[in-house]
C-alpha cells in the first residue's frame, strides 16, 4: 500500500474514535430505574423460547448447523463455535439477569455475619 492510503486509514480511524469520545463525553447521564415493568411480559416470553423448547430446537440446529459444515470443511472449529453458539444461546438470559439484575439477594446474610465479626478489643 502506498503511503498516502495509510494516512487516509490512520485519519479515518482517529476520526471514528474522536468521534466516538465526544460522543461518550456530551452524552446525557442515565440511570438504570426499577420501573419498566411493562416490559416483563415481553422478557419472560423471551426467556421462555430461549430456554424452552423453541431454544432447544434453534440451539440442536446451530451445532447440527456447525458440524455439517466441520464436516465439509475437514475441521471441527465451526462445531466448536455452533456448539458455544448454543450454549451462549440457552444462557444468556441467565448471563443478562445476573449482569443487568444485580441485586442483594444475601444482604441479610452478609450483614448479620458482619455484626458477628470482631476486632478483638472487646466492646
Do not use: C, H
Not at 430456554?51 to 451445532?63: D, E, M
Amino acid at each position: 500500500m502506498n503511503a498516502s492510503l495509510m494516512q487516509r486509514k490512520e485519519m479515518l480511524v482517529f476520526m471514528a474514535f474522536a468521534l466516538g469520545f465526544a460522543a461518550l463525553l456530551l452524552s446525557p447521564t442515565a440511570f438504570a430505574g426499577a420501573g419498566g415493568t411493562e416490559f416483563d411480559e415481553v422478557w419472560i416470553t423471551l426467556e421462555d423460547w430461549t430456554q424452552g423448547t423453541l431454544g432447544r430446537i434453534i440451539t440442536l440446529s446451530i451445532i447440527v448447523v456447525g458440524a455439517v459444515i466441520g464436516v465439509v470443511r475437514q475441521s471441527l472449529m465451526t462445531f466448536a463455535v455452533g456448539f458455544a453458539m448454543g450454549m451462549g444461546l440457552y444462557n444468556a438470559p441467565t448471563i443478562i439477569d445476573s449482569i443487568v439484575g444485580a441485586t442483594l439477594t444475601n444482604a441479610a446474610t452478609v450483614i448479620n455475619t458482619g455484626a458477628v465479626i470482631t476486632n478483638g478489643l472487646g466492646m
